[in-house]
């Protein structure tokens, strides 16, 4: 649980960051950029898982990565920063479909504890941001992020069964090792979609703050965000990790509140924030503990 808290934290800047910096280059561009940026930073550890388990990683990393950041970058086009956190409380009920999928796996993932759970962290994500009434673009920002979200959850329900369920000790080097191979599937589709759409790199638009905060976005939020969250996904439960996929949002409008000045609605906040912890409370009770 630990790693997907620290991935959360690290996420949780990235909202405003993009919103602040990034938004008048094209989006498959810095989604090209920051996933090579996390590619090159893992690129030491891709030994070691060659043949058809690299192409299945790389194939995850593409989907959950590549497709999911292309379309997630260009709802920033339509959408708040705020608005886009909004967009994603929908994940955790993506993640108990695709888990519920496999054989036999629906009775066990579609407990009442695991839907009380996921229902609450959806309802507390959603107090901490609605706002009433709609305007042109928002319909459009809203479809690219539910399919972002369907991308982000396949993927992480796809690598926790490739990679290893719960129980074990963390390998770190292994989890390392596979997620290089993810992100460079990631950064071939978002190259391609760049090509396929014919994208005029604006190099003259980067300067120094979108130099770091591409930086940013690589090495930490990427880099190291996917692959404490990766690594958490296969040491969990489907439901904790559900659960867990809501907490950034909070973190996000905390951030945005305080850091980026965004107007947020500061008792909605505390509601919603302590109904996403109530729903982590709720399904950490009920969690398996892993094997030693």
């Known amino acids: 649980m630990l790693f997907l808290l620290a991935a959360s ?6 909202f405003g960051i993009i919103k602040e910096q990034l938004t008048e280059l094209p ?4 989604a090209f950029l920051r996933l ?25 990393g593409a989907v959950q990565f590549g497709a999911m950041y292309l379309l997630y970058l260009e709802a920033y086009q339509y959408l708040a920063a705020y ?17 519920g999928l496999s054989p036999g796996a629906l009775r066990r993932t579609w407990t009442a504890r695991n839907l009380v759970a996921v229902a609450a ?7 901490v941001l609605y706002r009433a009434g709609e305007r042109p673009g928002l319909g459009t920002g809203f479809v690219l992020m539910q399919v972002a979200n369907i991308c982000f959850a396949l993927g992480q329900v796809t690598y926790r069964r490739l990679v ?17 191979w993810a992100y460079l599937g990631g950064t071939l589709v978002a190259a391609v979609a760049g090509l396929l759409s014919e994208t ?8 120094l703050p979108q ?36 907490l950034k949002v909070p973190l996000a409008v905390a951030v945005s509140l305080f850091l980026f000045g965004e107007e947020v609605h500061s008792s909605r906040l505390l509601i919603g924030a302590g109904l996403v912890l109530a729903a982590l409370v709720l399904q950490r009770g009920g969690e398996p503990r892993a094997s030693k």
């Open 200 to 207: 005029d790199w604006q190099w003259q638009s980067v300067g």
């Open 164 to 180: 290893g369920g719960t129980g074990g000790r963390p390998r770190i080097r292994e989890d390392a090792g596979s997620m290089a």
């Open 83 to 99: 608005e886009v956190a909004l967009f994603t409380i929908f994940t955790p009920v993506w993640v108990l479909v695709f888990d």
């Open 121 to 127: 962290a959806v309802v507390g994500a959603g107090i």
């Open 27 to 30: 989006s498959d561009q810095v």
């Open 9 to 14: 934290l690290l996420w949780s800047l990235s």
């Open 211 to 246: 130099v770091a905060a591409l930086g940013y976005l690589g090495l930490i939020a990427s880099g190291l965000g996917f692959f404490f969250w990766n690594a958490g996904a296969r040491r969990v439960g489907v439901g904790l990790l559900a659960t867990m996929n809501n």
């Open 36 to 60: 090579a940026i996390a590619t090159v930073g893992f690129a030491p550890f891709m030994r070691g898982a060659l043949g058809k388990r690299a192409g299945l990683l790389m194939g995850i």
